[in-house]
């Protein structure tokens, strides 16, 4: 069965410095995968998703994700946190079943210190 | 454009009622997702509509969980004789289809059992 492992449940970075969020997941073909992020009481937001092609994809927000097959692994990374960043991310791919059906992590908590 | 949108924001019932969740997708969408948001266990899927085709009910966790899609537009969670472990955050997301798998949530609804 497909699952996705966020070994981090929480971050603290200080606001200017780099960031990355640690991502693996397990699926026996090429995976979809996706992070979303959740502000406090709000749903959630997509940030950038994976689908084939360049390892190296770019999102909004100034965030990048790199799908390492060989690691089974798809981080997230921001050079430059700044205080609004401060969310919980999640990580996610494509169950199987062809509906779409997205498989989550549990989260990593982002605190951003002024 | 308009988002997916869901209603009522928060709910607080007692155990044993009956609760009704409502999604409204994005106009032209044609797969919708429910979710389930809790603290022991993470984002998990709930039920998948895709048009006219048989729901995926894989999600629920029991038979007190019941879901439909009215028009193939706006769909209605159920949860019968509420338990307290039923409290959590439901969310929604709507997708252009099942292959399309860039997914849009809602803001989701706060579920409260006393």
């Known amino acids: 069965a497909q699952s996705v492992t966020q070994p981090d449940i929480h971050i603290t970075v200080s606001e200017g410095a780099s960031l990355e969020l640690r991502c693996n997941y397990s699926?026996?073909?090429?995976?979809?995968l996706f992070w979303y992020v959740q502000s406090p009481g709000q749903g959630l937001q997509l940030l950038l998703k994976?689908?084939?092609?360049?390892?190296l994809v770019q999102g909004i927000k100034g965030f990048e994700a790199e799908f390492k097959r060989s690691q089974s692994s798809f981080n997230l990374r921001k050079p430059s946190v700044h205080w609004s960043d401060a969310a919980e991310y999640f990580c996610?791919?494509?169950?199987?079943?062809?509906?779409?059906?997205?498989?989550f992590g549990q989260g990593t908590t982002l605190q951003v210190k002024p | 454009g308009a988002g997916v949108s869901q209603s009522p924001s928060n709910k607080v019932t007692e155990k044993g009622k009956d609760v009704e969740l409502r999604c409204d997708p994005i106009?032209?969408?044609?797969?919708l997702y429910w979710y389930r948001q809790s603290l022991g266990q993470g984002l998990e899927f709930l039920i998948y509509?895709?048009?006219?085709?048989?729901?995926?009910k894989s999600g629920l966790p029991s038979d007190r969980f019941s879901a439909e899609r009215t028009g193939g537009s706006v769909s209605t969670l159920t949860i019968q004789r509420t338990q307290q472990e039923d409290s959590a955050v439901y969310l929604c997301?709507?997708?252009?289809?099942?292959?399309?798998?860039?997914?849009?949530f809602g803001p989701g609804t706060r579920l409260t059992v006393t």
């Open positions: 996610a791919v494509v169950g199987s079943g062809n509906t779409g059906k997205l498989i």
């Open positions: 509509f895709q048009g006219n085709s048989a729901p995926d």
């Open positions: 997301a709507s997708s252009l289809d099942r292959y399309y798998y860039e997914q849009y």
């Open positions: 699926y026996g073909a090429t995976p979809y």
């Open positions: 994976y689908f084939s092609g360049d390892t």
């Open positions: 106009s032209g969408h044609t797969a």
